[in-house]
């Protein structure tokens, strides 16, 4: 079955320490997104990317990095620059703008 | 720029009531709208979406939306609310021109009491 798959579920990392959460997709979407969740904030974008080798700032991207050099992985490394990393972190792709986004199952970062 | 606003964080139904879920949108170009529904330490999944089709969208799990251009809204129901549907749902915007991304309003969780 087509889908976005992100692991781990779920991650553990020292203060100081940088991590990568992984985002791979099947579905032959051109674009993939990163998002931010905490309680009560909703979703923000933190990353995203329209094709291999490009991608844009969201509104949120301190902290953060990406790379894209396949269309199906787009993954995030949560550096120790970022000042409160602990969230639920989503991936999401598109087929083309303003489609509906997929999404994967989310990746839980505890800083410990 | 676009926004999107979900009035009430959450909102308490009994089993068989109607759900009414608010969603009031910022837009300076005709918008795509969406519904999304979210269940807990999971992904988002897709419920409905207008696109300047129909006003009325009808989704998954007997849910429907209607866009009302005037009143900037689009306002999700279902006439008989059951266990199943308590979750978080989200109110999505994406602007009809250019590349724009999704943009969420926070989240309304329901609640389903027997």
């Known amino acids: 079955d087509g889908g976005i798959t992100q692991s781990p579920k779920y991650l553990f990392r020292k203060e100081g320490q940088n991590v990568t959460l992984s985002c791979e997709q099947n579905l032959n979407h051109d674009a993939m997104y990163w998002y931010r969740q905490d309680p009560g904030q909703g979703l923000r974008l933190i990353y995203y990317?329209?094709?291999?080798?490009?991608?844009q700032k969201g509104d949120i991207a301190e902290g953060y990095s990406v790379s894209r050099e396949k269309k199906e992985s787009f993954p995030l490394t949560v550096t120790s620059a970022q000042k409160n990393p602990t969230a639920f972190y989503l991936c999401a792709s598109t087929r083309t703008k303003h489609t509906e986004a997929f999404f994967g199952q989310g990746t839980r970062l505890t800083v410990v | 720029a676009q926004s999107v606003t979900q009035l009430g964080s959450h909102v308490s139904v009994s089993e068989g009531a109607l759900v009414l879920l608010r969603c009031n949108y910022s837009?300076?170009?005709?918008?795509?709208l969406f519904w999304y529904v979210q269940y807990p330490n999971q992904g988002l999944q897709l419920l409905l979406k207008y696109t300047s089709a129909a006003t009325l969208v009808k989704g998954i799990n007997g849910f429907e939306a209607e866009f009302k251009k005037s009143e900037t809204s689009f306002h999700l129901t279902k006439p008989s609310a059951h266990m199943s549907d308590a979750a978080e749902y989200f109110c999505a915007v994406s602007e009809a021109s250019g590349y724009s991304t999704l943009t969420f309003g926070k989240g309304t969780m329901l609640l389903v009491s027997p």
């Open positions: 837009s300076s170009v005709p918008p795509y």
């Open positions: 990317s329209q094709i291999v080798n490009d991608f």
